[in-house]
């Protein structure tokens, strides 16, 4: 490369780059950080999401409730522009409590998986144990017929990561109760998806592969596994006793709620923060995800207070179905790309509202360092990282459109005791770790916006 062209590379590289922060950044995320920790509205705002509303399973009574209350309350912050988008959702109802004993008297703490049909009454049958879900899966065909499938399959305790460990066996949850009624089975049971020995089953939901047979499908909680498992040991031919009654309503509007400060300079381009509305039926949905909607308000509104007026539009997004199909991020992705909308970054928080401990970014790989300049900034605040990494369910159908996804990352060694139970709830979530979760996501959204994410950098 001849001299001339080397210079202007250089030349065009400077004019793409500005430097990654300013000199008065670091006293601007300070004073983020301390409105925050005395002004916080984001505890109040949880513990009325939890406590006055409760559990919002998707189409529920209260899911809509909280769509009136999340409306009103952005309003009440002042968002330049408050809206809602409507969204087809399922409705799968639990029913009555389910009920699951041995054959030898022991009753177990259980739970249906989501999208499982009921029992139709109770059943009884033997059961075969699997130690995991690829041992399920090489069962030759027919020789569960009659049977119930139980997958005692533990999460891994060696990784740090504990969503790691928990992607390394959800398939039991959503595949397995497929497998096992191909192979003849005429119910299926599972381990919970958590860490701890305790008596909480984890809900959750499951597929339904066309041209596999729907059977009736549970979670035993981790000392129910366990005790399954030990009377299989001492006699095989333990039988197992399951009830549930579960059903669908018709499918129901509900909608995704979102709330906008106008840029100044760029009102057409995009900066999004988010997380899900909708929570399972059992618990309040305090981590999963009240604490995600929350922080993501939180964010904009102390921004707005601190009279931080953003150049781009930032928007916070509660979105609706996340739990139960992801059909809020579908209709959110699609009705941006119909509007020619420009997101320049899109964040969510969906991993619990505990400690803040960095962020994880689906981007090229130049975008991703450039990020990871701001590491330093965010060093005082005990945020260690912004790596490759997963951005979230419901902002990654804007990855299509070529949108950097930032996923907000909390500490997880606790999330998994509460995921998707009774126990999620507001009594369990640490108001300092929360509102220093919305100061971290305020920060990020400060730095973006000002600065920018450069799009010509590519790997």
Same mark, same amino acid.
């Given at each position: 490369?001849?001299?001339?062209?080397?210079?202007?590379?250089?030349?065009?590289?400077?004019?793409?780059?500005?430097?990654?922060?300013?000199?008065?950044?670091?006293?601007?995320?300070?004073?983020?950080?301390?409105?925050?920790?005395?002004?916080?509205?984001?505890?109040?705002?949880?513990?009325?999401?939890?406590?006055?509303?409760?559990?919002?399973?998707?189409? %529920?009574?209260?899911?809509?409730?909280?769509?009136?209350?999340?409306?009103?309350?952005?309003?009440?912050?002042?968002?330049?522009?408050?809206?809602?988008?409507?969204?087809?959702?399922?409705?799968?109802?639990?029913?009555?409590?389910?009920?699951?004993?041995?054959?030898?008297?022991?009753?177990?703490?259980?739970?249906?998986?989501?999208?499982?049909?009921?029992?139709?009454?109770?059943?009884?049958?033997?059961?075969?144990?699997?130690?995991?879900?690829?041992?399920?899966?090489?069962?030759?065909?027919? /020789?569960?017929?009659?049977?119930?499938?139980?997958?005692?399959?533990?999460?891994?305790?060696?990784?740090?990561?504990?969503?790691?460990?928990?992607?390394?066996?959800?398939?039991?949850?959503?595949?397995?109760? /497929?497998?096992?009624? /191909?192979?003849?089975?005429?119910?299926?049971?599972?381990?919970?998806?958590?860490?701890?020995?305790?008596?909480?089953?984890?809900?959750?939901?499951?597929?339904?592969?066309?041209?596999?047979? %729907?059977?009736?499908?549970?979670?035993?909680?981790?000392?129910?596994?366990?005790?399954? %498992?030990?009377?299989?040991?001492?006699?095989?031919?333990?039988?197992?006793?399951?009830?549930?009654?579960?059903?669908?309503?018709?499918?129901?509007?509900?909608?995704?709620?979102?709330?906008?400060?106008?840029?100044?300079?760029?009102?057409?381009?995009?900066?999004?923060?988010?997380?899900?509305?909708?929570?399972?039926?059992?618990?309040?949905?305090?981590?999963?995800?009240?604490?995600?909607?929350?922080?993501?308000?939180?964010?904009?509104?102390?921004?707005?207070?601190?009279?931080?007026?953003?150049?781009?539009?930032?928007?916070?997004?509660?979105?609706?179905?996340?739990?139960?199909?992801?059909?809020?991020?579908?209709?959110?992705?699609?009705?941006?790309?119909?509007?020619?909308?420009?997101?320049?970054?899109?964040?969510? /928080?969906?991993?619990?509202?505990?400690?803040?401990?960095?962020?994880?970014?689906?981007?090229?790989?130049?975008?991703?360092?450039?990020?990871?300049?701001?590491?330093?900034?965010?060093?005082?605040?005990?945020?260690?990282?912004?790596?490759?990494?997963?951005?979230?369910?419901?902002?990654?159908?804007?990855?299509?459109?070529?949108?950097?996804?930032?996923?907000?990352?909390?500490?997880?060694?606790?999330?998994?005791?509460?995921?998707?139970?009774?126990?999620?709830?507001?009594?369990?979530?640490?108001?300092?770790?929360?509102?220093?979760?919305?100061?971290?996501?305020?920060?990020?959204?400060?730095?973006?916006?000002?600065?920018?994410?450069?799009?010509?950098?590519?790997?």
């Amino acid at each position: 490369m001849t001299m001339n062209k080397i210079l202007l590379c250089f030349f065009i590289f400077c004019s793409y780059f500005k430097p990654a922060f300013s000199q008065d950044d670091p006293a601007q995320l300070r004073s983020i950080y301390d409105y925050a920790l005395t002004e916080g509205k984001a505890y109040e705002d949880l513990r009325y999401l939890c406590k006055e509303i409760g559990p919002r399973m998707t189409g %529920s009574e209260n899911a809509q409730k909280a769509v009136e209350w999340s409306v009103e309350k952005m309003e009440a912050y002042g968002f330049d522009s408050v809206w809602t988008q409507p969204v087809d959702v399922q409705r799968w109802i639990r029913g009555e409590k389910e009920f699951c004993a041995t054959s030898l008297g022991d009753t177990l703490d259980v739970l249906a998986i989501g999208f499982s049909k009921g029992t139709s009454g109770r059943i009884t049958a033997g059961v075969v144990e699997f130690s995991t879900l690829e041992q399920l899966k090489s069962a030759p065909d027919g /020789s569960l017929e009659g049977k119930i499938a139980f997958v005692n399959q533990p999460m891994n305790p060696k990784l740090i990561d504990t969503f790691g460990a928990y992607g390394g066996c959800a398939g039991a949850r959503s595949i397995g109760p /497929s497998i096992a009624s /191909s192979k003849g089975a005429i119910a299926y049971v599972m381990r919970s998806l958590g860490l701890r020995a305790d008596d909480f089953p984890h809900t959750g939901v499951m597929a339904h592969p066309e041209g596999i047979d %729907s059977i009736p499908a549970f979670a035993l909680s981790t000392n129910s596994a366990f005790k399954l %498992s030990q009377l299989l040991e001492e006699n095989p031919n333990t039988e197992l006793q399951l009830e549930s009654h579960c059903h669908y309503l018709p499918d129901v509007t509900s909608y995704n709620v979102v709330g906008q400060i106008t840029g100044s300079e760029y009102p057409d381009q995009y900066v999004v923060t988010g997380g899900h509305l909708d929570s399972w039926d059992v618990g309040e949905g305090a981590h999963d995800d009240g604490t995600g909607v929350i922080q993501s308000m939180e964010a904009l509104r102390i921004l707005k207070e601190l009279n931080i007026r953003p150049r781009h539009s930032l928007r916070c997004v509660f979105f609706m179905n996340e739990e139960c199909g992801a059909r809020g991020a579908t209709v959110y992705a699609e009705e941006a790309k119909a509007n020619g909308e420009k997101h320049i970054a899109a964040m969510e /928080s969906d991993r619990g509202g505990f400690a803040p401990r960095g962020f994880s970014v689906d981007a090229p790989e130049g975008q991703i360092a450039y990020l990871a300049e701001w590491e330093s900034l965010f060093e005082p605040f005990n945020i260690h990282f912004i790596r490759k990494g997963y951005g979230g369910v419901d902002i990654n159908p804007l990855k299509a459109q070529g949108t950097p996804l930032i996923g907000f990352v909390p500490d997880p060694q606790r999330y998994f005791d509460v995921h998707h139970t009774s126990n999620d709830v507001f009594e369990n979530v640490n108001q300092r770790e929360l509102e220093l979760g919305a100061a971290s996501m305020a920060s990020i959204l400060y730095l973006i916006d000002k600065h920018g994410i450069p799009t010509a950098i590519r790997d």
